[in-house]
């Protein structure tokens, strides 16, 4: 018997959403606490995502990591290419990492689980999470293809009707250096499918729903209204903004012109560098993610996360430019590219709604990425994530510290050394970083790492903001932030290499200071005090 | 002069002091309020106290013990009006505390607002030393690099000191050195050090922990010091005891050591309070439910006891916002608190939603109804038009509610959504009855339970007017409605067990742990928590002692709590340890990694012990008195429904929904088709109707 046509007044849709959105909560909390790799456990770097039968999302965690806004949808569709619908059974999990259906790097697993109802198919359920390794070259910026980076996984079906695939799972295993972290991480994401299933069919019961299709439209249409009336308030105009990255030899330059027009927002590319043959390329799913991420934080952060939240951005960026790569562009390190999207949208909007925005902040995240051996000969591979000092604000001084846009957070000192062949001789503040102005942008932070291995160990980093010109520019009068630095044994390097920390060597990591907001010459006398007291400036 | 048969508890909330004693002969109680005062909460008690007494012709000297239980050392925290506190750590790592977890708690809120770290960066200093993950001593302490530090301190007027040295938890050797060397330069100092206040691995969490201790210590020196200085001056000779956040009791000593571990006294109380009431219906899986007109407050009770966690957040940037907050490593009765009271404003979103909360009218100017001059329409005036409060009777008919002003205010909120009057009303209560079921159906899938498997227990005023709705939802089949719900907190003292929990660091896998070194950690905690336990009841007082770990496979960063069979642990114990983790793991987790390693992170001991004479009596009216009649609209048609007085109802009595049950300061409603039965010990105990089919079909519509 069809469903009778139902009208969502206030109330119901209200009931229906919080349930929805409940459900999702529990399946990250389950993804998290079951998870093994420090990357998803103590850094967050995971989503999960409930999306209609054709692959657009209904609700999403609002806290999720933004790399993944959009992208798990994304990629659900290609899945739907690949297996149409026909081709799909309960308990199925579909999988892939392949980069240009994915976020834009190989660690990024992305798991879909066809949700089915009295035979028919009404949702995926969608996680995505990042793998602690997916082989390759350990975390570098020097690959010059993707196949470098590691295993690429086609979009193929994981489980049959519950059965994990042995095949794949041998392949995925031997092309690891920790599988049972990648297991392990795997397991915790089909988990949060199951549980995402469970309460969505047991909703779907207790309030008498054959599918979602007339829900899905009331909830992504109300979301695109509410988008594009936060978007109509911004002044029309085309507003520019530009920056230079480290990039490799010479700075890579990244040029945007930002389109609004009525309730429609155009973020146009056109005019970024070309792609390099290096693992900094970003994949247009990517971009996406970071361009609708910082025009929803600065326009209408309480909308949630949705298709229909994102009807109204549009991004546009040539293809082989370095934010729209074509095979077989590397990608493992775009954040180093990829963050510096939000920074320069915001530096767009400030010529609309400079009190609305931050100044640049100093990102992207960084860490230190090692691989050695442990002293039975076994490998031991890890990363260790790390933030620069947040921007200052019409409002505010810059947080010092403080992760943005990725929100990954360091894992404690005392974990990383129980772990793993390092002492952490000190990680304290960087004073004196954070840009000045009316509002100091925050400092960043410096991590001196020892080598304690048996043998030597391999080191690399993501690492940026650590020339003069690519420094977290101040805003409306306010100073930048002073760049970052690499240092092995004392002596600054190329943070872009991988270099060997023989027993005993040590590496210094310096994240680099927020921008700061306003005349220097503007701020409040009990401000500068308090910043010398507490030894914040000289 | 009798033996001492009297027991006496006192509950610091920020209105109200509460004041209970119960006579253990008999079982019965008297309960007395007095206003809370702030600038002096040992002034209120001792009133009340004194008042108390008087009323009901008592002799202090027939009082064998006092519990206390107070929000004023959360309250401090909160307020920001702690001592002036250093901070001293290992070199290189001052910043750790305001550095944090280098998270944002809201990623799209550019702006967001961080909790200030209580101790200033000019006040945290650093002394030279360093110990490994493993315990053993890389750098010895240099005493003359902390005496330099303390005294730099000390020069710009700190008042308490924390210390927190790397891997303290591993082997707290140069922290003890430190608090020795500490003493012996300032004497008269309080010094807090990171291995006695919370002995656990990850140095943020632990010093957050160490620095609010050191924070609110003075503080909770002085006002206990006062408190039993009063005590006695009244002629209160009985020891006193403290409610710890862990829903157990400690002595003064305990409390004054480790002050960190009293924040959420109050609400621990409660939820003792709500295991007890549910026990005596013989209902030992409950969900506590309390709702107040600002939040309410839900608590897991399991197998007769309230979950404790072992984290906390206080002094909370946002309210209901996870991570928004200080993190504090302390033990716990795990409570969530959810933006829905009587207060909670409805209004429609941005998309066009209907939303109830978390934004309070609160008491002042508080629901349109209430005629202060609120506006805003409250779940409060919804009830109202819902026919489900008497508008004459409110609050002990202290209160006349105007439901002219509810109409008007919800009417507005109907318009904008468009609504009838009616509908928006009902959906008022609907929307605030799923938010706060979705919370609760969350946080019991954290623990991996299904909440179907519980039974609600209401308490606070709006817990019996929402309570059978929000157990619909959850799937729940049974309510229970205490009496005297409204000191029920200050009785859930009376009836607390002693208990002290203890904890330790190992962070090693099960197959590097010989079960004798296993079973070494375990007996130094249970000989410490017992000593304490001894100290607080006497030492023949029989003693409950239960071993649990925080457990994971080796590579998972979070733990898991396990219970684990009591000890001596030998070569044999290795099986039961395993399979105490997988129960506990299967029972949260739908799978097994496949990973063999299991890791004990922290092992954790709890030795309790009842304290005598425990039992209450309900004190039942024996003539039911006539009830009344109000009508309400079901399911579209008319209903009248009859309103009981909860004095009225004797022992046996059964009550068939949809039916009200007043009592002074709030109402139960029985929906159509459930049946309540008043049990001989107070408890009216509610068993709802099988699974509806269309859930959102509105219970209750407005009656005209």
Known sequence: MATAPRAFDPVLLELLWTRLASSVDEAAAALLRTSFSTIVRES???????????????????????????????????????????TLAPGDVLLTNDIWMGTGHLPDITVARPVFRQGRLVAFAGSAAHAPDIGGRIRTAESREVFEEGLQIPPLKAVRAGVLDDTFARMLRKNTRVPDQVMGDLFAQFTALELMERRLLALMDEYGLDDLEALALEIQSRSERAMRAAIREVPDGTYRGEVLTDGLAQPIRLVLALHKRGDGIVADYTGTDAQVPRGINVCLSYTFAYTAFALKAALCPEVPNNEGAFRPVTVEAPRGCILNSTPPAAGANRALTGHFLPPLILSALAQAIPERVIAGVGSPLWSLNFAGQRADGSTTANHFFMNGGYGASALRDGPNVLSWPSNVSAAPVEMIEQHNPFRVRHRRLRVGTGGRGRHRGGTGQEWLFENRAAGPVAVTFMAERTRIEAAAPGLAGGEAGTPGAVLVNGVAVDPKRQHILEPGDTVELRTPGGGGFGPPAERDPAAIAADIEDGFVA | MSAPHLALAVDIGGTFTDVVVLDQRTGRFHAHKELT???????????????????????????????????????????????????????????????????????????????????????????SERIGPDGGIEQPLDAGSLRAAAARLVDKGVESLAVVFLHAYANPAHEQAAGRILAEAHPGLPVSLSSEVAPQIREYDRTSTTVANAYIKPLADAYLGRLSTDLRELGLRAPLFMMLSNGGLTHLEEAQRVPVQLLESGPAAGALAAAV??????????????MGGTTAKLCVVQGGEPLVAHRFEAGRERRFTRGSGLPLAISTVELIEIGAGGGSIARLDALGLLKVGPRSAGSEPGPACYARGGTAPTVTDGNLLLGLLDAEGFAGGTMRLDAGLAERAVGEVATEGGLATAEAASGIHAVVNETMAAAARVHVAEHGRDARDFALLVTGGGGPLHGCEVARRLGIRRVVCPPAAGVASALGLLLAPARVDRVATLARTLDQLPPEALEAAFQRLEEEAGAVVAATLGPDVPREVRRGADMRFA????????????????????????????AAYDAIFTRRPPVQGIEFVNIRVSVSAKPPGSSLEPGLAAAPTPVGQRGLRIEGKLVPVPVHARAGLVAGARLQGPALVEDGMSTLVLPPGAVASVEANGNLVVTLPGPRQAADTPLMEHAP
């Open chain 1, 44 to 86: 967050h770097d995971f989503a999960c995502v409930l999306a209609d039968a054709q692959g657009r999302s209904l609700v999403q965690a609002t806290d999720g990591v933004p790399s993944f806004l959009c992208t798990v949808p994304r990629t659900m569709r290609h899945f739907l290419d690949e297996y149409p619908a026909e």
């Open chain 2, 555 to 582: 590579g998972q960063g979070y733990e898991i709590v396990a219970a684990l069979p009591p000890g001596p642990y030998g070569a044999a114990s290795l099986a039961p340890l395993r399979d105490a983790f997988l």
């Open chain 2, 37 to 127: 005062t702030p600038d002096n909460p040992a002034r209120g008690v001792v009133t009340g106290i004194a008042r108390l007494f008087a009323r009901e012709a008592l002799a202090c000297a027939d009082v064998g013990r006092i519990v206390h239980a107070t929000t004023l050392f959360t309250n401090a925290l909160i307020e920001r009006r702690g001592a002036r506190t250093g901070l001293i750590t290992t070199a290189g790592f001052r910043d750790t505390l305001e550095i944090g977890h280098e998270r944002k708690y809201e990623l799209y809120d550019l702006h967001l607002p961080l909790p200030e770290p209580l101790v200033r960066r000019s006040l945290r200093e650093e002394a």
């Open chain 2, 277 to 290: 009431f549910g026990a005596r219906s013989g209902l030992r899986d409950l969900l506590a439910f309390d």
